[in-house]
């Protein structure tokens, strides 16, 4: 049978990563493979590093869009991987990999999944988690600094650069394509079981089969 492709998106700070994690404590890790779509930003290293920070990382031509496909191909068929590592302190890809296996279920988590359309294709559940915006702009200070190293002033002027009008022109477009927006006041087990009857309806044609 092959994996259940689940795309998880929404604004930065919206609490992708905390759903991504509440379908892997349900189901079980053995059962769940997660992707974050941050792993493939593109490698900026022959940049001069002054002006990597100052890069438009919320644009889908940030990320390395056809080894992110490749890789989703790959474990939809059945096939591991081996993820890339990101650097966001120096905006490059380190050399190491982690080897991701194909689980029952693969949770792809990020802020253009459902923008870039090769992407969204390969999904089978598409999920977009709306929050208020001041919420998650406190949420990305809060990480971007303990995280990252990131000032104050940084994270704000970058936020009002970039990620707000991607989040406009990209990000926020993109919910029309969701099968379920997923709102902060909203049982998570509405995601839970989404999810549980896509698989048992799976499991079904395959036994039929």
């Given at each position: 049978?092959?994996p259940?492709?689940?795309?998880?998106t929404g604004?930065t700070?919206?609490?992708?990563?905390?759903?991504a994690?509440?379908?892997?404590?349900?189901?079980?890790?053995?059962?769940v493979?997660?992707?974050?779509?941050?792993s493939?930003?593109v490698?900026?290293?022959?940049?001069p590093?002054?002006?990597r920070?100052?890069?438009?990382?919320?644009?889908p031509?940030?990320?390395?869009?056809?080894?992110?496909v490749?890789?989703?191909q790959?474990?939809?068929?059945?096939?591991?991987?081996?993820?890339?590592?990101?650097?966001?302190?120096?905006?490059?890809?380190k050399?190491?990999?982690?080897?991701?296996?194909?689980?029952?279920?693969?949770?792809?988590?990020?802020?253009?999944?459902?923008?870039?359309?090769?992407?969204?294709?390969?999904?089978?559940?598409?999920?977009?988690?709306?929050?208020d915006?001041?919420?998650?702009?406190?949420?990305?200070?809060?990480?971007?600094?303990r995280?990252?190293?990131?000032?104050?002033?940084?994270?704000?002027q970058?936020?009002?650069?970039?990620v707000?009008p991607?989040?406009?022109?990209?990000?926020?477009?993109?919910?029309?394509?969701?099968?379920?927006?997923?709102?902060?006041?909203?049982?998570?087990?509405?995601?839970?079981?989404?999810?549980?009857?896509?698989?048992d309806?799976?499991a079904?044609?395959?036994?039929?089969?």
């Open positions: 049978m092959q259940l492709l689940i795309g998880i604004g700070g919206s609490g992708k990563t905390t759903l994690k509440n379908i892997i404590t349900h189901f079980g890790a053995q059962r493979s997660l992707i974050d779509t941050d493939y930003y490698d900026r290293s022959h940049l590093l002054h002006e920070h100052h890069l438009n990382f919320d644009h031509d940030a990320l390395d869009i056809p080894l992110l490749e890789h989703l790959c474990l939809k068929q059945g096939n591991p991987i081996q993820k890339q590592i990101y650097d966001f302190a120096t905006h490059s890809r050399k190491e990999t982690i080897s991701v296996a194909p689980g029952e279920i693969v949770v792809v988590d990020g802020i253009l999944v459902l923008a870039v359309d090769e992407v969204c294709r390969l999904l089978d559940l598409k999920i977009f988690i709306d929050e915006a001041d919420v998650r702009l406190l949420r990305r200070l809060t990480r971007d600094m995280e990252r190293g990131r000032t104050v002033e940084s994270v704000a970058q936020y009002f650069e970039t707000r991607m989040h406009r022109a990209y990000v926020e477009p993109s919910r029309e394509k969701a099968d379920i927006i997923f709102r902060k006041d909203d049982d998570r087990q509405i995601v839970i079981r989404s999810i549980q009857d896509l698989l309806t799976r079904g044609r395959y036994s039929k089969a």
